[in-house]
């Protein structure tokens, strides 16, 4: 075995952002840009002499290329296994699962998320620690350092291996196992749901569709779905993983799943819809006649959790991003746990979960996910939906408007403006900075500010402080605007403006939600005077 150590000039633009490093396809193709990066993050590992490698992702464009160069580079950086899924396919659930259970030092997934892929979309790498989750702001900003400090990196000269066998071969000093990407998963899953209950309620003829966005999740719905627990054949749609998902957005929002949504919407719902993003950590449910927005989705599934086997003893607490509805804290509060507020980005969820502090986690992003694993989960989310619906005989739809009788109904819209310029986000968002000391008591078509700052997080369990995480204006009617610039696009900036209202009267919560939101809409608009500095007078996606 040759091992080769290459000279390179380091690159400088290695910085990972929400979730990893994500950038288009040619950048990551320029010559020993892959081998820097995975060099980089090699070398931030400690101990990781002997250890094992988990590593995987979401089928996109460059997966498999990508995962051979990771396992040349780890084996001449002296790890002992790498477990590597079939195919090269491993969802960022599962992921985690698989770095936990079999005691990795850590595993590097290999997606952009929701982010098209295809030779001109996108792809990423990111770096998750031995707890199973996405690495905290410590390492990653240590990968970034080393990676503009290598003048090189190490890798073995050998031919690719066969990622499409299950078994295991040496490489070098190292073994590779190719795993079956879906059965640590599956196991998982089996010890926190209700499989029999739910295998019945699809047994009485129970109908759902599971669109995977021709993505990674397809190999786990059709196992776990249509295997398991006897779903017919055909429920999960959109199953075969593609490296461009079809030429479409891996996004479950009912703008990128709209198929599902329409169905979901129109005379012959079935059941129950879902649908998942590209590297399967996101979620999108829908009732018949009603879309479930991922805020409801957290309180709901927190207020009903118990009827599930693996958290028939309650949850020890509760946290949401800052952007996402305060939904679930009202349900803490009945439940008399803690509700925790953090920053965008489920890096931030680690350390509460790992102290026992939460049990459920969410974004308003489609994620919601538990202590099971360190990241968040989407076909997790499903099951338990069906667990609850299989516990509580109730349709999806009267669990929904059930939970808005007993605890209000937070309305809720996100607008991103995509791609707008660079200095003109920036610019945007230090005006609103600017202002945040004068809000509070101004007046703004009939809402009136209460409170407005700039998040700041500090880590109730090791103190480390984040700031600058959004800004977000209260108004004193129960509405809030929250103005964020996204951590995962790839070309200009994208602004998120979050959008919500809570209404609590009987008469006020089947109201349209254009309605209800439409002052809010209006005054987020021109508080932040977004049609004059981005030149956009519209959302280029409203979710
Ligand atoms: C977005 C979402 C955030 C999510 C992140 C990664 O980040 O808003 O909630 O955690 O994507 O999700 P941003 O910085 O673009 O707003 V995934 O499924 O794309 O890994
Ligand atoms: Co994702």
Redesign the pocket.
């Known amino acids: 075995m040759v091992v080769k150590d290459v000279t390179t000039a380091p690159f400088l633009d290695q910085k990972p952002?929400?979730?990893g490093l994500r950038k288009k396809v040619p950048i990551f193709q320029q010559p020993h840009y892959v081998e820097t990066f995975v060099q980089a993050i090699l070398d931030t590992v400690p101990g990781h002499e002997g250890a094992t490698l988990v590593l995987g992702g979401d089928g996109r464009f460059l997966n498999r290329e990508v995962v051979q160069t990771t396992l040349k580079i780890a084996a001449a950086n002296d790890f002992g296994r790498v477990l590597v899924g079939q195919g090269g396919l491993l969802s960022?659930p599962a992921a985690s699962c698989v770095i936990r259970k079999h005691g990795a030092v850590g595993g590097i997934v290999l997606s952009a998320?929701?982010n098209p892929g295809g030779p001109n979309g996108d792809f990423g790498i990111k770096f998750n620690a031995a707890n199973g989750g996405p690495a905290p702001e410590s390492v990653t900003e240590a990968i970034y350092a080393r990676s503009k400090a290598l003048d090189g990196y190490r890798i073995l000269d050998v031919p690719d291996l066969d990622l499409d066998t299950i078994g295991t071969t040496q490489l070098g000093d190292m073994s590779v196992t190719v795993i079956d990407p879906v059965a640590d998963y599956l196991d998982l899953m089996r010890s926190l749901v209700d499989f029999d209950a739910i295998a019945r309620l699809f047994a009485s003829g129970f109908r759902m569709r599971f669109d995977a966005m021709s993505a990674v999740t397809g190999p786990y719905a059709k196992a776990i779905l249509e295997g398991a627990l006897g779903a017919p054949a055909g429920t999960v749609v959109n199953a075969v993983p593609l490296p461009d998902f079809g030429g479409h957005h891996p996004d479950p929002n009912p703008v990128h799943a709209a198929d599902l949504y329409a169905l979901m919407l129109g005379p012959d719902a079935p059941d129950f819809g879902a649908a998942s993003?590209g590297?399967g950590?996101?979620n999108m449910i829908v009732a018949p006649g009603l879309f479930v927005t991922p805020s409801d989705s957290l309180a709901i599934l927190a207020a009903h959790a118990h009827r599930a086997p693996g958290y028939a003893r309650g949850l020890s607490g509760i946290a949401r991003?800052m952007p996402t509805s305060r939904a679930a804290d009202r349900v803490a509060a009945s439940l008399e746990i803690p509700a925790y507020e953090t920053p965008?980005?489920?890096k931030f969820f680690g350390n509460l979960l790992d102290a026992g502090l939460i049990t459920l986690c969410g974004?308003e992003?489609a994620?919601t996910g538990s202590d099971h694993v360190r990241e968040k989960d989407g076909l997790w989310a499903v099951l338990l939906w069906l667990n609850v619906l299989a516990a509580t005989g109730s349709r999806a739809d009267a669990l929904v408007r059930a939970h808005w009788a007993e605890f209000g109904r937070d309305f809720y819209t996100r607008h991103d403006y995509e791609e707008i310029d660079s200095d003109a986000a920036q610019a945007l968002m230090a005006a609103l900075r600017d202002r945040l000391p004068a809000l509070p008591g101004q007046h703004f078509r009939g809402l009136t500010v209460e409170s407005a700052d700039d998040f700041r997080y500090v880590d109730p369990v090791d103190g480390s402080i984040t700031e600058r995480q959004g800004v977000r204006i209260v108004f004193a009617e129960d509405a809030r605007v929250v103005y964020r610039l996204?951590?995962?696009?790839t070309a200009g900036a994208?602004l998120?403006v979050y959008i919500e209202r809570y209404e609590s009267a009987p008469e006020r919560l089947e109201l349209p939600i254009a309605e209800v939101l439409a002052p809010v809409v209006a005054v987020a608009e021109s508080l932040a005077d977004i049609a004059a500095i981005t030149g956009r007078t519209e959302p280029s996606v409203i979710t």
């Open positions: 952002g929400t979730s960022t998320s929701h993003d590297d950590d996101r991003s965008t980005g489920w974004e992003s994620g996204s951590g995962t696009g994208t998120r």
